[in-house]
Structure formats: C-alpha cells, structure tokens
C-alpha cells in the first residue's frame, strides 16, 4: 500500500498511549527522550521488515567517481545515472552491480574474477563493449562507479529509508501501522521498568501478546500486511497488464 | 483558614494548659503541630494525587563560577520524597514565547549525578535547552543541559513541608494541612501532650519514688574473704 506523508503523526500521539498504559504520565519513571528512542525503534523495527519509506535523492557525479551511500539508507532499490539537471534529466542509463569488483576508484583500473579482460580464461571469458558497462560496486561503505560513468552529470538513487533518520519526529508515524507502533514501544518501555516493579512484567507480557512479533496473530503481522497489500489502483492495472498478455 | 493558632490553643485548652506558668507553652505545642502534621501531610501527599498542596515559585538560576554549573536554591524545605518527587516539575518561565504552557512543554526531567552519564549515550536523551533535566545535592537543584543558554530564571512547583526550625513561621499564618486530617492530628497531639505531662512527678531524681520500708536494714556482709584487723596481718 503507498502510504500518505500527509496523514503520518506524531511520536507524540503515540507517546499520548504509551504514557497511559504504563501509568507515567509525568514520565518521570523513563526519561522522554528513552520514550522517544522507542517509538523510533519500533518504525525503524518495521521498516527493516517491510519497507515503507522509499526515497529518492539525486547526486552530482564526482570526478573520483565515489558516492557515499547516504546516510538514513538501508536498501539500494535502484541506481541511475543520467545527463542534464534533476529538473530537466535526458540520457539515462541503468547502472547494474558488479559482483566482486574492487577499485580505487576512477582512472585506477579494478580487480574482479569476472573482469572484461579476462579473453584466455579457461572458465569464464567474457565479451563485452567497455564503453558500454556502467555498473558499480561497494566498498566501505561507498558506491564505486565505473569509469564508464564519468560521462554523466548525476546518479540518482533510490532506496529504502531508516524511518527515524529520514523523518521529523512530528510526522513519523503511518496511521496504518500506530497500533503496532504503539505495543511495540509499550512492550520495551515495560520491560525496562519491570526490574524496579514487578508489576510491568504484566503489562509487557499483554503488550507482547497483542503484538505478536514474531507470529502472524497479532498487530506486527497486521501492519505487514498492510504496507504490503497494493492498492485498488494498482491490483486493478496489473490484472489488466496480466491480461493483455502481450496480444 | 485555619490557622496554626487556633490548632495550638485548641490542644492547650483540651490539655487545661491555658493558664500562666502551665507546664507546657504555646510554642512548646506549636513545635508538636508542625512535627506531626509534617508526617501526616507527608503520608497524605503520597496516597492522594493532588494538587492541593503544590506551591509554585520563579526562582532565580545561579552559575557556580568553577565549573559553571547552573543551579538554583531552594527557597523552603520540601518533601524528601522518593526519586526527588518533592519537586513536582521544573520549567522555564513564562516569559518564555511558547504557544503551550511552558510546563506542558519542556519539563526538567529528573536524574542524578551517578546516572546521567548514559543519557549522553543516545541523541535522544541527551541533556539540550530541549530535553533539560535537573538533580538534588542538599538545598540545591541543579540543572543540566542548560550551560550553553543563559538561563536567569526557573519555574518550579514544590511539595512544601513543615519546617519546624523556621523562625520565619507566624502562629497566625495559614495552617496549610488537609483539613480531613486535623482530627487525627489531634488525637496524637491529645495523646503525646497526656503523655508529657504525666512524665514530670515520675521522672524527678528526688528520691521520692522509692518506698521507705523497701529500703535495706540489715547490714549487708561480704561472702568474700574478710579482711583480718589491724596488727594481726601475716607477713
């Protein structure tokens, strides 16, 4: 399901039922900002298990050919270079991962086991225009573009976003997943209150139950399912592609 | 209003202590109120939730010119709850332009000099102007995250108590207990002052106490070996 920006809340309206269900409306038992991390764990949480945030952000190519992977990203979906301007893109080529390259970047050659020199290789030889490969490695944390690439003005990646580092705090949280949200963080904050009363090991212990992490009965599997589910739109259109089957 | 008077003459009447050179003084009395409703406000403040007994105050924020750590001064004696829960919030004044009341919008969370260390383990708690908090040495509530701003001012809500050592107490101010409780109040004021009183004519070191026919007559003699006379001692 795409999900609305617009209808995202805040950590706090979350907090307003976390608060409640642990009897610290003053949270003087945790500090806030412990609150806080926990609600932004339990998104951060989901969101490695369903991705919900995709972003897409365009980077001027340098001259060393070296992209930083940004920060808040946490799955590459899609790697495009092209000429022009973000505002006014023209030549577009795909840039496909290359497995096993290594480089020092732009001008300084690479190693790999399958390289486009590799002509009296028993096993694998390969055969391919150089001009033509635009692909990418990464290392250390750093995308390494093919010298191929230095003909272009700007990469444009997309990937998937790490919610507490790519949203503000007031709008961070789906509609669709607060109950989860919600439990997830009651369940945490329950547990590290439980060693000062025992009595929070009754509430962690229901808040675990409706939320059911790790099964498919409570509030976790719920939201899954519904970030995953596509829209009527969507479901509708490719029912139609599906059907046109290429006639 | 009840006033501490009215509580004080009320147990010396009941006591019929009411006339010169009694053997207890109105301030004698006075000292039992304040000592005995302390703990029974004290009892009361931590069964009811209420706001009855909250008393807030702007106090002025000092910076200790060694290290520069802010800080302001108690200005009565308060509550030594559990967790610092005598102070029931800290936040900046009003004066400060916020659209919410400045206490439902930053609060001074409480912590302590031994634990603070791992709030600067997680940007989420660490101390800022926005996530402040404060801890308690003696008379003295400190701030923290607040050394980069200059702070003058602090608002802070405060569970008063009694203070019996405060010479500042007028027998004609406000007597601020649950009026609920007075009743109890004096029963254990009633009981203590019966008590009191009954101790002087018991306790006095005069000897008076003891019965004559209970003291010895007989002479007293040692099983212990008896000393020889004089003259007769064996070299």
Known sequence: ?247 | MVSYRLVVFDILNDLKQIYDDADLTPFKVFYWVLIHADRLKKQHMEKIDSGAFITPFILTVNVEPDNGRNYFTLPASIYDFDKDDGIDYITYTPAVDLSLPTFASVKFTRTTPSKSQRLYFREEETPSPANPYFYRQGNRIYLLGVEQINITEIEAALKLSFNPLDATIDLDDEFEFPSDLIPVLKRQLLDLGRFVLNIPKDAINDGAGFDAKAMPTQKLISVNEQPVANGNQSE
């Not at chain 1, 490969?133 to 250390?140: E, G, L, P």
Request: proline fraction near 4%; include cysteine.
């Open chain 1, 1 to 247: 399901m795409e999900i609305n920006p617009s209808n995202f809340g805040s950590i706090k309206e979350v907090l307003a039922d976390v608060l409640v269900s642990l009897n610290d409306e003053a949270q003087k038992l945790l500090t806030p900002g412990f609150y806080r991390s926990k609600v932004k764990d339990a998104l951060d949480e989901l969101a490695f298990d369903i991705t919900f945030l995709p972003v897409t952000n365009d980077y001027e190519i340098p001259d060393n050919l070296i992209v930083d992977i940004p920060k808040g990203c946490f799955n590459l979906r899609q790697i495009h270079i092209f000429t022009g301007t973000p505002d006014d893109v023209q030549y577009v080529e795909n840039v496909y991962w290359k497995k096993g390259r290594h480089t020092r970047g732009a001008e300084t050659g690479y190693t790999a086991d399958v390289h486009h020199w590799n002509v009296t290789d028993p096993f694998i030889q390969v055969s391919i225009d150089e001009y033509s490969m635009y692909y990418f490695s990464v290392q250390n944390g750093r995308i390494y573009l093919s010298d191929a690439c230095s003909g272009f003005d700007y990469v444009r990646l997309t990937f998937d976003g790490i919610p507490s580092m790519n949203l503000d705090e007031v709008k961070m949280v789906p509609p669709e997943v607060k109950k989860a949200v919600t439990l997830w963080a009651t369940e945490k904050c329950a547990s590290a209150l439980k060693i000062r009363d025992s009595k929070y090991r009754a509430i962690q212990a229901d808040a675990a139950s409706q939320l059911d992490e790790y099964g498919l009965s409570g509030a976790w599997h719920e939201a899954k399912m519904r970030l995953r589910r596509l829209d009527k739109k969507q479901m509708k259109d490719i029912i139609e592609y599906n059907s046109k089957m290429n006639y």
